[in-house]
């Protein structure tokens, strides 16, 4: 069973549904605190914005969900859109809804999400989450 929804009425190309199914792979990784497909997914150049602000690595932000202080339990993709740059460069942008306790707080939160992906050998990876 996948802690991930997708909320969208629109269909999607077959190219544009392979970024879509990446990012859902994703963030059940993120609920399965699956470090090994974390890492995979993730380029090495990643960032994450929080939507403090606050900006980490892939090792800080894989360290921070593998410890507990981030803790994944569901996720909502509503509406997403890809936008592309070129074959090898796309965006994702929609709205997440994550419910999680983030540093210690608990709640559901809707993120205005917007995700770089690069594609590289043949495979999607996100190397930037700004939400």
């Not at 969208?8 to 190309?13: A, D, H, P, V």
């Not at 994450?48 to 507990?68: N, P, Y």
């Not at 859109?81 to 419910?99: M, P």
């Amino acid at each position: 069973m996948s802690d991930v929804e997708l909320l969208c009425e629109k269909s999607f190309s077959d190219v544009d549904n392979e970024i879509l199914e990446r990012f859902i792979e994703f963030q059940q990784a993120l609920i399965d605190k699956d470090a090994d497909k974390l890492d995979e997914i993730l380029t090495d150049k990643y960032e994450l914005v929080h939507m403090s602000g606050k900006r980490q690595t892939k090792e800080e932000f894989i360290a921070e969900i593998m410890d507990g202080a981030l803790n994944y339990y569901k996720s909502e993709i509503i509406d997403p859109t890809i936008l592309w740059d070129d074959n090898q460069r796309a965006t994702l942008v929609g709205d997440v809804r994550l419910t999680a306790k983030v540093y210690g707080i608990n709640g559901t939160w809707t993120l205005d999400t917007t995700v770089d992906f690069e594609k590289i050998d043949g495979k999607w990876y996100f190397t930037k989450w700004d939400n």
